[in-house]
Structures are given as C-alpha cells and as structure tokens.
T-cell receptor, first 112, second 115 residues
Framework: SQQGEEDPQALSIQEGENATMNCSYK?????LQWYRQNSGRGLVHLIL?????REKHSGRLRVTLDTSKKSSSLLITASRAADTASYFC????????????FGGGTRVLVKP | GAGVSQSPSNKVTEKGKDVELRCDPI?????LYWYRQSLGQGLEFLIY????????KSGLPSDRFSAERTGGSVSTLTIQRTQQEDSAVYLC?????????????FGPGTRLTVL
C-alpha cells in the first residue's frame, strides 16, 4: 500500500471557492511535499513542509502538517480555473531512504 | 537554463519489443529519478541515480527493466521484451543533490503504449 494517500480522490468546485485536500501517511517522515500535475504529464513542486513545522504558506496555498495524526492538508484559496489539476503529496519517510513516495493524488476541477 | 527533457514524448511498440527512454536532466543536477505512472494513478518510484551510480534500484518491477546514467548527465531506461502492463507514462526528475529537501524538477514524461 502507498505511504501517502490523498482524500478525496476527486473534487469539483466553483471558481472563487476554496479547495481542501488531505494526505495521510503511515510511517515517520522527514518532510512532506505537495506537487501539481497538469494533463497527466510533468509534476510541478508546490511546497515542502518539514516534520517540525505545523503550517506553511505560499501565495494562495496553505499547507498544514499534523505528525501526531500522520496527516497533511493542502488548501487552495480563491480557486481559479487554472488550478484545475491533480495534486499529489509525497513523503520522505525515515525508513524509505533517499526517495519520495507519492500518493494517488486528488483530481481537482475548478469550474468557471 | 532548460528544464528536464525526455524523449520520445510518445512511444507505441509491439509486445515483446525492447524500448529505450531517454532523460536529459537539468545541467548540474547530481540526482536523477525515474518514476512510472499508470493511468489515473500516483507515481511509482523505479530507480534513482546519484551521479552515475544507482544506490536504490528497489522499484524496478522486474529484470526486464534496467537503467544507466553516463557522465553524470543523460540517463536511459530500457525495457526489454515489453508487456502490455508496461504501458504507462514514464517520468524523469532531477534535483541538485540527493537529499529529499531538494525540489525535484520533472520532465514532461514519455507515454509508452504496448500493443
């Protein structure tokens, strides 16, 4: 099974609304990253949050991390049609060596 | 400078044939990663390189898969005797160093279809 699992699998919202997606993982991590993927091709790095951080902001993105619950959330505020994409969390687990483990992703559709 | 490039962008092959996928990382990036993504799924780690060596090959699905990197730059992923279940998008990424605090920059991927 995957280290990181996103919830929900798919999300449909109106432009201007906020989008929230969650990532749960199983083992202790060094850090957690969020990536965006458009059209099933290359991924773009959004934000990295370290295990000793609880919240991080980048523009309209807000990421939280709760290591006691082994979960993270990504919030996109004031969504735009251009935010339509798949969003993946990736964990750098202490036990996994020097590699990232990606979850299955959340597909977000922002309707104009 | 240029980002990560991959070639070909699409490859259609017949079952049983060998294929080679190429990745050109960002210049100066020492770490290079290969992932596989099946339709609608997350990324599956295959292998990563630090320089020309591959410390972790644990993700390669079978001995039909191999990868090499030469000159600390270009990498090729070879799939021998392709099977239909090999159909997927193969993504390459590079980062400045091997440490996972470094951002991985992804290429556009190669979409492989095995008929």
């Amino acid at each position: 099974s995957q280290q990181g699992e996103e919830d929900p699998q798919a999300l449909s919202i109106q432009e201007g609304e906020n989008a929230t997606m969650n990532c749960s993982y199983k083992t202790s991590i060094n850090n957690l990253q969020w990536y965006r993927q458009n059209s099933g091709r290359g991924l773009v790095h959004l934000i990295l949050i370290r295990s000793n951080e609880r919240e991080k902001h980048s523009g309209r993105l807000r990421v939280t991390l709760d290591t006691s619950k082994k979960s993270s959330s990504l919030l996109i505020t004031a969504s735009r049609a251009a935010d339509t994409a798949s969003y993946f969390c990736a964990t750098d687990a202490k036990a996994a060596g020097n590699k990232l483990t990606f979850g299955g992703g959340t597909r977000v559709l922002v309707k104009p | 400078g240029a980002g990560v490039s991959q070639s070909p962008s699409n490859k259609v092959t017949e079952k049983g044939k060998d294929v080679e996928l190429r990745c050109d990382p960002i210049s100066g990036h020492t770490a290079l990663y290969w992932y596989r993504q099946s339709l609608g799924q997350g990324l599956e780690f295959l292998i990563y390189f630090q320089g020309n060596s591959a410390p972790d090959k644990s993700g390669l699905p079978s001995d039909r898969f191999s990868a090499e990197r030469t000159g600390g730059s270009v990498s090729t992923l070879t799939i021998q005797r392709t099977q239909q279940e090999d159909s997927a998008v193969y993504l390459c990424a590079s980062s400045r160093r091997q440490f996972n605090t470094d951002t991985q920059y992804f290429g556009p991927g190669t979409r492989l279809t095995v008929l």
